[in-house]
């Protein structure tokens, strides 16, 4: 009889696990219906390679396959195109002016730019994919130890780097459906964009202080982040979500905004404000 009970037991405490576990396609529907509930039952489970991994590739997948298509449209090229143009005309003017180069030198090289810029084609795009996959996995992987840092010391939170990599890695679905808009909306605008903030719309710069202030009014980012901060509230077993997201889209503004005065006292560092 021992053994029957101890049989009904385990059988009784794997139907439980059954219950409990929830399949990915769960947590994906839940992201975006009830991110605290489902990050809440997420934390109560082993963490998983996959529920990072798998929203992280296909952000990637969307994200080189909206630069294919935005940069072989013939239109978001040309804009694209014209806009480096202008910066490299700048560049090569204040040479002028300095007395570093001719004139004549700096019109010839412009004309040289402009033909490769034009004749590039895949030979520009196949170095830009490669970086587009390393990058976005080492970005990745360094903002999580960042996170899991803030998550664990400041705000005292009981978690792993595992978690934090969960917590940051499962709402990159908002962001992949983020970049799919971005084409849409860049095709029926005709030029390149990264973001759909006020800045976008209104065509303003990002290098001027007004359109990084603008830049920032991004409801998908927004929405990113606080999203963030009740993932990582939720795996760092905290009770207090509104905290762990003031944290995390403060910390996102903060970042943003020494990212942005780098790139403004030094120019080489122009791609931290893009």
Same mark, same amino acid.
């Given at each position: 009889?021992?053994?029957? &009970?101890? +049989?009904?037991?385990?059988?009784?405490?794997?139907?439980?696990?059954?219950?409990?576990?929830?399949?990915?396609?769960?947590?994906?529907?839940?992201?975006?219906?009830?991110?605290?509930?489902?990050?809440?039952?997420?934390?109560?489970?082993?963490?998983?390679?996959?529920?990072?991994?798998?929203?992280?590739?296909?952000?990637?997948?969307?994200?080189?396959?909206?630069?294919?298509?935005? /940069?072989? &449209?013939?239109?978001?090229?040309?804009?694209?195109?014209?806009?480096?143009?202008?910066?490299?005309? $700048? &560049?090569? &003017?204040? =040479?002028?002016?300095? $007395?570093?180069?001719? /004139?004549?030198?700096?019109?010839?090289?412009?004309?040289?730019?402009?033909?490769?810029?034009?004749?590039?084609?895949?030979?520009?795009?196949?170095?830009?994919?490669?970086?587009?996959?390393?990058?976005?996995?080492?970005?990745?992987?360094?903002?999580?130890?960042?996170?899991?840092?803030? =998550?664990?010391?400041?705000?005292?939170? +009981?978690?792993?780097?595992?978690?934090?990599?969960?917590?940051?890695?499962?709402?990159?679905?908002?962001?992949?459906?983020?970049?799919?808009?971005?084409?849409?909306?860049?095709?029926?605008?005709?030029?390149?964009?990264?973001?759909?903030?006020?800045?976008?719309?209104? +065509?303003?710069?990002?290098?001027?202080?007004?359109?990084?202030?603008?830049?920032?009014?991004?409801?998908?980012?927004?929405?990113?982040?606080?999203?963030?901060?009740?993932?990582?509230?939720?795996?760092?077993?905290?009770?207090?979500?509104?905290?762990?997201?003031?944290?995390?889209?403060?910390?996102?503004?903060?970042?943003?905004?020494?990212?942005?005065?780098? =790139?403004?006292?030094?120019?080489?560092?122009?791609?931290?404000?893009?």
């Amino acid at each position: 009889m021992s053994e029957l &009970n101890d +049989d009904n037991l385990k059988e009784e405490e794997l139907l439980d696990e059954e219950e409990d576990e929830i399949n990915h396609s769960d947590k994906m529907v839940g992201l975006f219906s009830e991110p605290a509930n489902t990050f809440g039952k997420i934390a109560q489970l082993p963490t998983k390679v996959i529920d990072w991994l798998v929203p992280l590739t296909i952000f990637i997948v969307v994200l080189i396959l909206s630069t294919v298509i935005m /940069q072989t &449209n013939p239109q978001i090229k040309y804009s694209m195109m014209e806009k480096q143009m202008q910066s490299i005309e $700048g &560049n090569f &003017n204040e =040479a002028v002016n300095s $007395g570093r180069m001719t /004139q004549e030198q700096a019109d010839t090289q412009i004309e040289e730019i402009r033909t490769r810029m034009e004749e590039g084609g895949m030979a520009m795009l196949i170095p830009q994919i490669i970086g587009i996959l390393i990058f976005t996995f080492i970005v990745f992987f360094v903002i999580s130890g960042v996170y899991f840092l803030i =998550a664990k010391f400041v705000l005292k939170g +009981d978690g792993t780097y595992s978690s934090a990599m969960v917590a940051y890695g499962l709402p990159f679905y908002i962001a992949s459906i983020q970049v799919i808009l971005q084409v849409i909306v860049a095709m029926l605008m005709g030029k390149m964009i990264t973001d759909l903030s006020l800045t976008t719309f209104l +065509d303003l710069d990002k290098k001027e202080f007004v359109g990084f202030l603008l830049s920032k009014l991004d409801l998908f980012s927004i929405w990113f982040y606080v999203v963030v901060g009740i993932a990582f509230a939720k795996m760092f077993k905290s009770e207090n979500t509104k905290k762990y997201v003031i944290t995390f889209v403060v910390v996102w503004l903060g970042f943003s905004f020494l990212f942005y005065f780098l =790139a403004s006292a030094f120019p080489f560092l122009g791609f931290l404000n893009q």
